[in-house]
């Protein structure tokens, strides 16, 4: 027993439709960012459907991030129906990490303002590998500093 909220993902897998995930390597990315991370930065992190593994990166770190849980977001912002302005974010992250265009990246990573970027086993699930390894050649170019790296998460961060 213990009142630590993330000491269950230490041990704990979570089977994903698209694959299992073994929490552990988020639980050590996410705690790097607790410790690390001073003020209020906006973090991209990848999408899944509603009631999955997603958002995990905001939750448990407290920092905003460019788009939040899926139906959280309607609800809030929109109340029932359709929602354009969800609807852009959650395309524009899926760009974001989907396509290996450096320049568009760039362009989206500066409208949203963000200063880090995760990428661990669910964005690896869920997004072509050629969008993710763009992250890599970003910080050749140096447009992107990797700041952390265990065996399955990065964090990279935009060099403004």
């Known amino acids: 027993m213990t009142l630590d909220g993330m000491a269950y993902m230490q041990a704990a897998t979570y089977d994903d439709p698209n694959g299992e995930i073994s929490l552990s390597w988020d639980a050590q990315g996410i705690a790097w960012l607790q410790e690390n991370i001073d003020g209020s930065p906006v973090i991209l992190e990848g999408l899944t459907p509603m009631y ?7 939750i448990y770190t407290g920092l905003p991030t460019v788009i939040g849980w899926d139906w959280h977001q309607r609800q809030q912002r929109c109340g029932i129906g359709p929602c354009e302005s969800v609807d852009i974010r959650l395309a524009e992250v899926e760009q974001m990490y989907s396509t290996p265009n450096l320049a568009k990246t760039a362009e989206l ?3 949203y303002e963000v200063d880090y970027i995760y990428v661990g086993e669910v964005e690896r699930l869920y997004y072509p590998a050629s969008g993710l390894e763009k992250f890599d050649r970003m910080v050749e170019d140096g447009t992107l500093w990797l700041d952390y790296e265990n065996q399955r998460v ?3 961060r935009v060099v403004h």
């Open 109 to 111: 990573l500066e409208r």
């Open 154 to 156: 990065k964090v990279y």
């Open 52 to 58: 999955r593994w997603g958002s995990r990166v905001s």
